[in-house]
């Protein structure tokens, strides 16, 4: 389990668990209990947390039941679908997309790093976290090689990114932009900083003349 998840999970439990169930034994959490807790976080619009008080409580009883205790597990009777339900995201943009996409980039006022940023996330097929804290030490220009840690891994797992020539180029651009940063994309307030999560997250409204040029839905095109 990634330590994010951890402490997710850990913030889920000592927010809307604990104080719900804290003086009882666990006999005496009943399905309704459990019913009656997630509605009630759902009510104050958090439908994922209410999903994840469900699965935490699951994962208590599962663990006592592991430990010898004798006790039912009302997760049983109340089955996630029931509390709230999600719609995957399943759209993702076409080649033809991304080629209007991409023309279009060039016509957004924002900063050079940023239009980089969104080429190299196409290439690599990183994710913006993963990007937003890289440091020059990680990126071997002569193996073409960028290097990932583990702690900056969805799964805790270091990566090797092997780069493409493209890849390559828009690096160069970026450490020209860098100048003595040690992180691929800095601040522009502070060298010492990366850019911000905000900053790496521009929008852009090029929406009509996407459509006069490639016709395509440009609803899924109309943010980086």
């Known amino acids: 389990m990634a330590e994010s998840t951890r402490a997710m999970r850990r913030s889920i439990y000592e927010r809307d668990i604990l104080p719900t169930f804290r003086n009882r034994l666990l006999p005496e959490i009943l399905p309704e209990d459990l019913r009656a807790l997630c509605a009630k976080v759902k009510e104050r619009g958090a439908p994922a947390t209410a999903v ?24 049983e009777e109340v089955g996630p679908a029931s509390i709230a339900t999600f719609v995957p995201k399943d759209r993702s943009l076409s080649p033809a997309e991304i080629r209007v996409m991409l023309g279009q980039l060039e016509h957004v006022a924002t900063l050079p790093t940023i239009r980089l ?67 691929l994309l800095p601040s522009r307030y502070d060298a010492d900083a990366p850019m911000s999560a905000r900053d790496l997250q521009p929008r852009y409204h090029g929406g009509r003349r996407a459509s006069q040029e490639g016709g395509t839905a440009v609803g899924a095109v109309h943010r980086s």
């Open 52 to 75: 994840h008080v469900r699965d935490i409580v699951k994962l208590v009883f599962a663990f006592a039941k592991l430990h010898g205790e004798k006790v039912s597990n009302p997760t």
């Open 117 to 183: 940023r969104l080429k190299l996330i196409l290439l690599t097929m990183v994710r913006k976290s993963e990007l937003q804290d890289a440091v020059w030490d990680e990126v071997d220009f002569e193996n073409a090689v960028w290097s990932i840690p583990k702690e900056r891994m969805k799964r805790s797992k270091p990566h090797n990114v092997y780069l493409c020539e493209q890849s390559l180029d828009i690096l160069v651009a970026l450490k020209t932009c860098a100048g003595n940063s040690r992180y």
